[in-house]
């Protein structure tokens, strides 16, 4: 079972990025999947969470409004539109899969991490 994440960059702040989260080896339709996000020197946080359907999504404060989170189960692949990016939103963005809360331990799978960097 693989996640690969993918889609971060270099950014100006007020700019935008898509993140994308493709799985192989399992179908994950019936787990929930997630984005956390580790800044250097902090401990990985939250981003956001979607259920197996794509029905239920859950945010972060910090990025509600901003960030949306989807997923195409005929795909395989979980997304993450991020809008009006912030330079507090430098980070590598880690997907995870098979959990259902915020909580980082919840989940079996991870990716390998993608590097979202935002310049002022």
């Known amino acids: 079972v693989q996640l690969q994440a993918s889609g971060g960059g270099l950014v100006q702040a007020g700019g935008s990025l898509r993140l994308s989260c493709a799985a192989s080896?399992?179908?994950?339709?019936?787990?929930?999947m997630a984005w956390f996000r580790q800044a250097p020197g902090k401990d990985r946080e939250f981003v956001a969470i979607?259920?197996?359907?794509?029905?239920?999504?859950y945010y972060a404060d910090s990025v509600k409004g901003r960030f949306t989170i989807s997923r195409d189960n005929a795909k395989n692949t979980m997304y993450l539109q991020m809008n009006d990016l912030k330079t507090e939103d430098t980070a590598v963005y880690y997907c995870?899969?098979?959990?259902?809360?915020?909580?980082?331990?919840?989940?079996?799978?991870w990716g390998q991490g993608t590097q979202v960097t935002v310049s002022s």
């Open positions: 080896g399992r179908t994950f339709s019936n787990s929930g």
């Open positions: 979607i259920n197996g359907s794509g029905s239920g999504t």
């Open positions: 995870a899969a098979a959990g259902r809360g915020p909580r980082y331990n919840d989940y079996d799978y």
